[in-house]
């Protein structure tokens, strides 16, 4: 009620609020694996403080996190622990390609070393560097919180597409 005395109401739709609320509640789940994981626990420190984000609660466990982020080589003998994690989570999750090895494989041309883990993942942000700086994951972290509000993250547009198919039209001849 305003102070009118008219009644007023707020439209939306539902997906709108729910991303929204995701968008400011984001969990990580860190999967360090070398230099950049000592980046990576600089960012959620006090000086950067990712908190002040919305993603404030790191996770140790898949299924209370939904924000995968990815730092450091990953070799192929740990790429299906990767995808093993990745697949725990639950709908809608987000990953974050953190620094050069694990965006590209860094300077690591090998074949024992994936060359970006986006040939095993989908991933929805990358961060370049070797290591990245915190305001790189800062800048990197606001970009996934656009893409949530929006819905335009992988997982989102999956899941739109899986409910937009089950819906079948009927049509009636006359």
Not at 11 to 40: H, Q, Y
Not at 49 to 63: I, K
Request: charged content about 20%; proline content about 6%; overall charge positive.
């Amino acid at each position: 009620m305003s102070k009118d005395g008219s009644v007023g109401f707020l439209t939306t739709r539902l997906d709108t609020i729910v991303n929204w609320g995701r968008k400011n509640a984001i969990w990580p789940l860190p999967f360090g694996t070398s230099c950049c994981g000592i980046e990576m626990m600089a960012t959620l420190c006090s000086d950067y403080d990712m908190s002040r984000f919305g993603a404030e609660v790191v996770r140790f466990s898949p299924r209370q996190s939904d924000l995968l982020i990815v730092a450091g080589i990953i070799n192929l003998k740990m790429a299906p622990v990767l995808k093993t994690v990745y697949d725990q989570m639950s709908d809608p999750k987000f990953v974050m390609s953190f620094g050069a090895c694990a965006s590209s494989g860094g300077i690591f041309n090998v074949y024992s070393v994936l060359q970006g883990i986006d040939t095993m993942i989908p991933v929805d942000v990358y961060v370049p560097g070797c290591p990245p700086a915190p305001e790189g994951v800062l800048h990197a972290l606001l970009r996934l919180q656009d893409m949530v509000a929006k819905g335009e993250t992988h997982s989102q547009r999956a899941l739109a597409a899986k409910r937009n198919s089950g819906k079948v039209l009927r049509t009636t001849s006359l």
